[in-house]
């Protein structure tokens, strides 16, 4: 189970046992936190709870120094060695706080990135997708040579966005993929809501990626509405689960303020799927 505290921080860990005890799961990924406890701290709230990922959402501009919405290609290559700096600082401390927590995996989460100009900007448009994905990749590298042992899981992106599709992905793992821990973690509901809005089919990320995929996020989505509870919406996971390695890791996902009982049903439908 993830739960993401967002901007009220990370939530407590009682809480997080009740969690786990109503939904009978005994692993939790810490999701979208600056401060999650150690490992003595889960060990001692959380006893016999595996923590196999912690969540980290890539940083990215969202607006430039005018104010403008969008940013093009030029202003993005102009702010980017502070950006690079600063997106590589936290990754590491998220990496770091993984191996507190003795967890294998840091969840690279892909949100949107920053607006580019329109297509009539085609140049502008270029350039930005170029620098936004070499951002990632030193990102990535450097990260990963300042704590060497953790693992980095580039995740299924949020948002619409064409610097950031399966073939991309891709090569992001044959640049970096042989040198460093590098995986896929598949995110249902955003892959279906994904295809709902016309970027391409939602078995392409698992088509190329199946074989990197550590962890599935178990969210459902009814046409481009996505981070529903497994089995509330369209997503085929028999069909899914049946395409990755029986030792993926499956995650169901809620926001901090929803509680378990939304999640219970997800549990009984997944548990249906799997027996």
Request: hydrophobic share 45%; glycine share 10%; aromatic share 4%.
């Amino acid at each position: 189970m993830s739960i993401d505290g967002g901007a009220s921080g990370f939530p407590r860990l009682d809480d997080v046992a009740g969690w786990l005890e109503a939904l009978g799961l005994r692993a939790w990924i810490p999701g979208c936190s600056l401060a999650p406890p150690n490992a003595e701290a889960c060990a001692r709230a959380l006893p016999g709870v595996t923590t196999p990922a912690v969540r980290h959402v890539f940083s990215l501009p969202t607006s430039s120094t005018t104010g403008s919405s969008e940013l093009t290609g030029r202003e993005l290559a102009a702010q980017e060695p502070a950006a690079r700096e600063r997106a590589v600082g936290q990754l590491a401390a998220t990496a770091r706080r993984a191996a507190e927590a003795r967890a294998p995996w840091v969840i690279v989460d892909l949100g949107r990135a920053v607006p580019l100009p329109p297509v009539t900007a085609p140049r502008e448009r270029e350039r930005g997708e170029h620098v936004l994905l070499d951002r990632l990749c030193r990102a990535l590298h450097e990260a990963s040579r300042s704590e060497p042992q953790a693992g980095f899981a580039l995740a299924t992106p949020s948002e619409p966005d064409h610097w950031l599709t399966p073939a991309v992905l891709g090569h992001v793992f044959e640049e970096l993929g042989s040198r460093r821990r590098l995986a896929y973690w598949h995110d249902a509901g955003r892959a279906h809501a994904l295809e709902a809005r016309g970027e391409g089919p939602a078995a392409r990320w698992l088509d190329l990626h199946a074989k990197r995929c550590v962890g599935i996020d178990a969210t459902d989505a009814v046409g481009a509405e996505a981070s529903l509870p497994a089995g509330a919406g369209e997503v085929d996971f028999l069909a899914l689960l049946g395409a990755v390695a029986a030792a993926t890791w499956v995650s169901l996902r809620s926001e901090l303020a929803t509680g378990p009982g939304p999640l219970l049903a997800a549990v009984r439908h997944l548990r249906a799927v799997r027996s």
